[in-house]
């Protein structure tokens, strides 16, 4: 099947930086692509639907001033938590969809202290 | 967000036993179907799909049974072995086209050898 990965796979950062992760398409072209978050024991949760060359489209109550998405390639998109605060500590996920079906990468665990 | 102490439902089985995981949906527009496996500390990994036209897809050791009536969908495992040990979740395509997938709340599955 299709490959997603992601980098970096985990990162801790202080309270009030800002966290890049990338996510790449390593075997098809992905004009979509999609990330979510994922809290311990819960399911996933969407976050935004990046289209390249476009603008991503954020769920309600996720803000996009903080969280942004950059699709600049049908292989890659990158998520920047800006200030980011011990709250968003989290897993988050990229997933991107090949002819259909969504492929996710491995995650990024990100630790805000 | 989800309530803190949120339990995923879990289910335990034997090594060598069938196992059953169900999803209740909740878009009766839905026309595509996934499952999904993760593991601890991984992304979800694609196990099989469904589309909406048909009610029964087998893959290897795997069987999935879809009911549009009741809006219900189930993942066979077959022989389950401790590597089948993981967090399992639905997610529902609905509209046209390849829009979003809602997930499920997930089911941990236990196999004890």
């Known amino acids: 099947g299709a490959v997603v990965s992601q980098h970096p796979s985990w990162v801790i950062c202080k309270s009030g930086t800002s966290v890049k992760i990338e996510c790449r398409s390593l075997d098809f072209q992905a004009t979509t692509m999609f990330w979510y978050r994922q809290f311990p024991k819960q399911s996933l949760m969407l976050m935004a639907t990046?289209?390249?060359?476009?603008?991503?489209?954020?769920e309600q109550g996720v803000e996009k001033d903080k969280f942004l998405i950059n699709h600049a390639s049908l292989t890659l998109s990158t998520l920047t938590v800006t200030s980011a605060h011990p709250e968003d500590s989290s897993f988050y996920i990229c997933?991107?969809?090949?002819?259909?079906?969504?492929?996710f990468g491995p995650g990024t665990r990100l630790l805000v202290l | 967000g989800e309530s803190v102490g949120l339990h995923l439902p879990t289910l335990s089985v034997q090594e060598g036993d069938n196992s059953i995981i169900n999803c209740a949906y909740s878009?009766?527009?839905?026309?595509?179907f996934i499952w999904y496996k993760q593991e601890s500390g991984k992304g979800p990994q694609f196990i099989i799909d469904i589309r909406s036209n048909m009610d029964k897809r087998q893959g290897q050791r795997v069987t999935v049974l879809l009911n549009k009536t009741v809006k219900h969908l189930s993942l066979q495992i077959a022989a389950t072995q401790p590597g089948d040990s993981a967090v399992y979740f639905c997610a529902e395509n609905s509209g046209s086209g390849y829009s979003t997938l809602t997930f499920g709340k997930g089911t941990m599955l236990l196999v004890s050898p």
């Open positions: 990046s289209n390249e060359g476009s603008k991503a489209t954020y």
């Open positions: 878009n009766s527009a839905s026309d595509y």
């Open positions: 997933s991107a969809r090949d002819v259909g079906t969504q492929y």
